[in-house]
């Protein structure tokens, strides 16, 4: 039966449904994201900064990334639409790091804190497979936890179709029911509670804890 799972301290999980392993997203639950954390360095007027963002490297064009399109392709294509705005549409592909800002208040202790308590880690993000390994090189701190992660830009699926969440749980090993996902997007959410794995819509971490801990994962 899909779970979505909106527990809290006073609802209790019975044993037998209790997860024993828990799938994060990446962007927005483990670290901030925003192309305007580059593009701010970039660019000094706002009101520029807004149009160029909304218009020129949209989400739908970022998108192909995540699906598995090459940047060079992508900015080639751009560029032919938007040829004064060159520079900065080059610059997407090696500063994407630079797009992806803090940590999510609290969520790097978390994860510290249930991989210390044994819980199997793992992740499934939308990200290039271009841009996802410099990301992970840079923050090996936080990933050396994960016993795998799956990246739609390797594998030609992005969430929320149904089938990245089947590949996944496939790779990790996991049957759905043994699965808690978490992440910002509910669509994603909706997607994979379809499929039985609980789910949890990420909103902060101070929302988030008490859910894990009625299912029995955190203290």
């Known amino acids: 039966m899909p779970i979505e799972s909106n527990v809290t301290d006073e609802q ?3 044993r037998a449904d209790r997860p024993t392993a828990v799938i994060f997203d990446v962007g927005r639950v483990l670290y901030d994201w925003d192309p305007r954390i580059l593009y701010r360095r970039l660019i000094a007027d706002d009101r520029a900064l807004d149009a160029f963002v909304r218009d020129v490297v949209t989400t739908e064009w970022h998108f192909q990334h995540d699906a598995g399109r090459d940047f060079a392709d992508t900015s080639a294509e751009l560029i032919v639409l938007y ?3 060159r520079e900065l549409i080059a610059a997407w592909g090696p500063r994407f790091s630079d797009s992806i800002g803090d940590p999510i208040a609290g969520m790097h202790e978390l994860v510290a804190e249930l991989d210390a308590a044994g819980v199997p880690l793992f992740a499934i993000t939308n990200f290039s497979h271009e841009f996802w390994p410099p990301f992970r090189a840079r923050e090996s701190v936080l990933f050396d936890r994960f016993r795998d992660i799956v990246v739609s830009g390797d594998e030609k699926l992005v969430k929320p179709d149904p089938a990245i969440y089947r590949l996944a749980l496939a790779r990790f090993g ?5 699965a808690v996902f978490i992440d910002d997007n509910r669509a994603n959410i909706d997607a994979a509670a379809a ?20 299912l029995g994962l955190v203290t």
């Open 12 to 14: 209790s999980v019975t």
């Open 195 to 214: 499929l039985g794995i609980h789910a949890l819509h990420f909103t902060d971490e101070a929302t988030l804890r008490p859910q894990l801990r009625a």
């Open 174 to 178: 996991l049957e759905p029911g043994q």
């Open 83 to 85: 040829p004064q705005h």
